[in-house]
């Protein structure tokens, strides 16, 4: 597997692919997704490590794209030192300026699935979220791991935004935001990302990944919009500037 000097360390972890089912972001592409064995503890090395060549999170899977015929999903990380504003994330900036952020524990509170199923159920419709389940919610964000956090974006205490976030050893990854879709107008997923990438550099964290970038899938064009961004390709990180 990539990286010999990191996945060496874990040469006995069992991975299984799953079998091929339809693709969720390329019709009528079939997908196949490799799952690290759920038995395994998950702790903050484990994922930092595999994180870096290209694994994601989700519930209490960690996962990665393995599919036969397509290397569509691409790694994608900002590159918090380096990253700069441009006009229009500015803008988006300064729109979100008045907002209150909170850092909360993970864990189910009514209050965020509310406004995750107003998310889904409005913005998701033809996704394989859709509809929105208590079950499916905490298996997804509310069971996660001891180095997760939820960010609450606030006005005047109202609940806009959260995004689950887990604190690696260089990074932030930013596993998933839901916001108010009746606030389309702050543009609030990209500003959730921005403040990230803003927190991340504050931490002294280099990096701030935001999952699996698809060229030919326009859901997914934002993660680009923030320069430079690294893309892993070809088992090693580069910079798309």
Known sequence: ??????????????????????????????ATTLFMDPGIVLDKQLCSDL????????????????CSHCNACI???IPTGSFQMRRTQRKTWNRNSVLEVARVSAGFRD???????????????????????????TSFLADSTEFTSFYEF??????????????????????????????SQRSLGRFCILWLIAEAKKLGLPYLH????????????????YRPVELYINQEWRQLK
């Open 111 to 137: 209050e965020h699935y509310l406004l995750y199923e107003k998310y889904i159920n409005q913005c998701h419709q033809d996704g394989d979220m859709y509809p929105a389940t208590i079950e499916q919610y």
């Open 51 to 66: 994180a870096d060549v290209g694994f994601r999170r989700s519930g209490q899977h960690i996962y990665r794209p393995h």
């Open 75 to 77: 790694p994608a990380r």
């Open 1 to 30: 597997m990539e990286r010999p000097s990191i996945m060496s360390h874990y040469k006995n972890l069992r991975f299984y692919a799953t079998q091929p089912h339809d693709c969720s972001y390329l019709p009528g592409k079939q």
């Open 154 to 183: 606030r006005l005047d205490g109202h609940l806009l935004a959260v995004s689950v976030v887990d604190h690696l050893r260089s990074c932030l990854s930013a596993i998933y935001t839901f916001y108010d879709p009746d606030c």
């Open 210 to 225: 935001l999952g699996y970038w698809i060229r030919n899938c326009q859901k997914m064009n934002y993660k680009i919009e």
